[in-house]
């Protein structure tokens, strides 16, 4: 079964060490939540995982192939779609054109209508809303489009980066209803870096906390949310 | 009234080869964030090789191609040669390479070819025609100026609003890193950019040449008005190059018609003053982005 295996992942900023030796396996048809403070590392670990920043040592390794050393593009096409934080749908793009743009490399020009469809399925506000700019969109709205926008490629891993900063909290429950339930359908490898431990923790099957770039639990998301000292120590509640 | 109507038809012909310069201006700005300060030169020496190509003996069209064609070439080879390696450094770095540039090539045309002025034919006749009992101050050529230039729009209009390539250079001009976690190959688009640019400079260079006579220095003042038709209308926004582009070329031709052309360089410079302090970022710029 394939895997995203992450191992002795160190990355640096000039002097600044943001990620040291982390490690840790996500494994399909899970969610792997990925918890800490602000500035814990986590945005940069996602980063290291499509190649928007170069690892200082230490690989990622998806299905057997070594991903740290390629382009982004290449990860890309290996099937890794990263959802950034807030506002990355192209706002001066209708939300047809914004999905359009995520089926291009994957799917021939007749292919690509029937799947963004299946997007327009999956998240039912966009299909009302597919010829208006993405800046009149709600924030709820956006983050639905920018997870469609990466599930558009049918990609093999999802790695997404605080999908619940700013939306309201019964927002943030329909989202994450929704990620669960694709996880298992599609046996998706879900990467879920989030502040709002409650929330991830009730979709994860999998936690890793990270404190000042390194690991300090990796344990099943029950557990961790069992734990009450834990908890309290690294998450605040 | 006549006399009005006249200097406007001036000013749209004017301001459509303005409109091109700027069009190539914003191409590149809002692709990579550069002014491209060489766009002005890199068409006059592209327009050098079309004389040549005219005085071989071929017709007009040909050489009007070849310019074309040389000036694609020419943009991409500058992007790959001089731009290229400066990526992900300042903006300021590759825009000052683009400044030295611009002075490199000038001394270089006045090398090869010297300072004295040639004369660069038209297409079509340059003089006024009448309808019915009325001269009117505008040419067959000037006819072409516009539907050259109105041509070039719809063709860019196309390319970015109808095609796959299109969608894929506008999200790299919006949105890089997204672009690229899109799987979007961003430096192929890059070098495009820059070819269509240049090709956007040369059209304005061939249409400015039967006018103004073809020195080392000849586009320096309209890629001047240029840069203030794409300050005006915005430098990320085509639809601001075009409107930009009638605005300047009005402005200018009004300043001309009744207060003197030794005047219309001012009539510039008060133009962008005026667009800067009632809306900076010009008429047709997007938002600047906000984080929440």
């Given at each position: 079964?394939?895997?995203?295996?992450?191992?002795?992942l160190?990355?640096?900023?000039?002097?600044?060490?943001?990620?040291?030796?982390?490690?840790?396996?996500?494994?399909?048809?899970?969610?792997?939540?990925v918890?800490?403070?602000?500035?814990?590392?986590?945005?940069t670990?996602?980063r290291?995982?499509?190649?928007?920043?170069?690892?200082?040592?230490?690989?990622?390794?998806?299905?057997?192939?070594?991903?740290?050393?390629?382009?982004?593009?290449?990860?890309?096409?290996?099937?890794?779609?990263h959802?950034?934080?807030?506002?990355?749908?192209?706002?001066?793009?209708?939300?047809?054109?914004n999905?359009?743009l995520?089926?291009?490399?994957?799917?021939?020009?007749?292919?690509?209508?029937?799947?963004?469809?299946?997007?327009?399925?999956?998240?039912?506000?966009?299909?009302?809303?597919?010829?208006?700019?993405?800046?009149?969109?709600?924030?709820?709205?956006?983050?639905?489009?920018?997870?469609?926008?990466?599930?558009?490629?049918?990609?093999?891993?999802?790695?997404?980066?605080?999908?619940?900063?700013?939306?309201?909290?019964?927002v943030?429950?329909?989202?994450?209803?929704?990620?669960?339930?694709?996880?298992?359908?599609?046996?998706?490898?879900?990467?879920?870096?989030?502040?709002?431990?409650?929330?991830?923790?009730?979709?994860?099957?999998?936690?890793?906390?990270?404190?000042?770039?390194?690991?300090?639990?990796?344990?099943?998301?029950?557990?961790?949310?069992?734990?009450?000292?834990?908890?309290?120590?690294?998450?605040?509640? | 009234?006549?006399?009005f109507?006249?200097?406007?038809?001036?000013?749209?012909?004017?301001?459509?080869i303005?409109?091109?310069?700027?069009?190539?201006?914003?191409?590149?700005?809002?692709?990579?964030?550069?002014?491209?300060?060489?766009?002005g030169?890199?068409?006059?020496?592209?327009?050098?090789?079309?004389?040549?190509?005219?005085?071989?003996?071929?017709?007009?069209?040909?050489?009007?191609?070849?310019?074309?064609?040389?000036?694609?070439l020419?943009?991409?080879?500058?992007?790959?040669?001089?731009i290229?390696?400066?990526?992900?450094?300042?903006?300021?770095?590759?825009?000052?390479?683009?400044?030295?540039?611009?002075i490199?090539?000038?001394?270089?045309?006045?090398?090869?070819?010297?300072?004295?002025?040639?004369?660069?034919?038209?297409?079509?006749?340059?003089?006024?025609?009448k309808?019915?009992?009325?001269?009117i101050a505008?040419?067959?050529f000037?006819?072409?100026?516009?539907?050259?230039?109105l041509?070039?729009?719809?063709?860019?209009?196309?390319?970015?609003?109808?095609?796959?390539l299109?969608?894929r250079?506008?999200?790299?001009?919006?949105?890089?890193?997204?672009?690229?976690?899109?799987?979007?190959?961003?430096?192929?688009l890059l070098?495009l950019?820059?070819?269509?640019?240049?090709?956007?400079?040369?059209l304005a260079?061939?249409?400015v040449?039967?006018?103004s006579?073809?020195t080392?220095?000849?586009?320096?003042?309209?890629?001047?008005?240029?840069f203030?038709?794409?300050?005006?209308?915005?430098?990320?926004?085509p639809?601001?190059?075009?409107?930009?582009?009638?605005?300047?070329?009005?402005?200018?031709?009004?300043?001309?018609?009744?207060?003197?052309?030794?005047?219309?360089?001012?009539?510039?410079?008060?133009?962008?003053?005026?667009?800067?302090?009632?809306?900076?970022?010009?008429?047709f710029?997007?938002?600047?982005?906000?984080?929440v």
């Open positions: 079964m394939p895997v995203l295996e992450i191992e002795d160190s990355v640096s900023y000039g002097a600044v060490h943001a990620l040291t030796d982390v490690s840790f396996t996500a494994a399909e048809g899970e969610v792997t939540a918890l800490g403070a602000n500035g814990a590392g986590k945005t670990l996602l290291a995982i499509t190649g928007l920043v170069r690892p200082r040592k230490g690989t990622v390794r998806y299905d057997g192939e070594q991903l740290d050393k390629m382009s982004v593009e290449k990860i890309v096409r290996h099937g890794v779609a959802v950034p934080e807030g506002r990355s749908v192209i706002e001066e793009m209708t939300v047809d054109e999905l359009r995520g089926a291009l490399w994957r799917f021939s020009r007749r292919q690509r209508g029937p799947v963004i469809e299946e997007i327009y399925g999956l998240f039912p506000p966009l299909a009302e809303r597919r010829r208006q700019h993405a800046n009149t969109l709600s924030g709820g709205e956006r983050q639905m489009l920018a997870i469609g926008r990466a599930l558009v490629s049918r990609p093999k891993v999802l790695l997404l980066d605080e999908p619940s900063l700013g939306l309201a909290p019964i943030t429950a329909r989202l994450m209803a929704v990620l669960r339930d694709l996880t298992q359908a599609s046996n998706l490898i879900v990467v879920l870096v989030e502040q709002n431990a409650r929330s991830s923790l009730s979709i994860a099957q999998k936690a890793v906390v990270i404190n000042l770039g390194r690991v300090v639990v990796c344990d099943d998301a029950a557990k961790l949310a069992g734990d009450t000292e834990l908890r309290h120590h690294y998450l605040g509640y | 009234m006549q006399f109507l006249n200097i406007t038809l001036g000013g749209i012909a004017t301001g459509m303005v409109a091109a310069v700027a069009l190539g201006l914003v191409l590149i700005f809002r692709a990579t964030n550069i002014v491209n300060f060489a766009q030169a890199m068409a006059m020496m592209t327009t050098y090789i079309a004389y040549a190509v005219l005085h071989k003996g071929s017709g007009y069209w040909l050489a009007f191609v070849v310019a074309l064609a040389t000036g694609l020419f943009g991409a080879l500058t992007q790959v040669v001089l290229r390696p400066l990526q992900g450094k300042s903006p300021l770095n590759a825009i000052i390479v683009t400044f030295g540039f611009l490199f090539l000038e001394g270089l045309a006045g090398a090869i070819w010297g300072s004295q002025t040639r004369t660069f034919p038209a297409p079509f006749s340059e003089a006024g025609q309808i019915g009992n009325t001269q505008f040419s067959p000037d006819v072409f100026v516009v539907l050259a230039v041509a070039l729009m719809i063709l860019m209009l196309v390319l970015f609003r109808g095609t796959d299109g969608l250079m506008r999200a790299v001009a919006f949105a890089p890193e997204t672009a690229r976690l899109l799987g979007v190959r961003v430096r192929p070098t950019g820059w070819a269509l640019s240049a090709a956007a400079g040369v260079a061939l249409l040449v039967p006018t006579s073809l080392p220095n000849f586009m320096d003042v309209i890629l001047i008005y240029g203030t038709a794409a300050v005006v209308g915005g430098l990320d926004s639809v601001g190059a075009l409107v930009g582009g009638l605005a300047t070329g009005l402005s200018l031709a009004y300043v001309g018609g009744y207060l003197g052309g030794s005047l219309e360089p001012m009539a510039a410079l008060a133009l962008v003053i005026v667009s800067l302090m009632i809306r900076p970022e010009g008429l710029a997007r938002p600047a982005p906000r984080r």
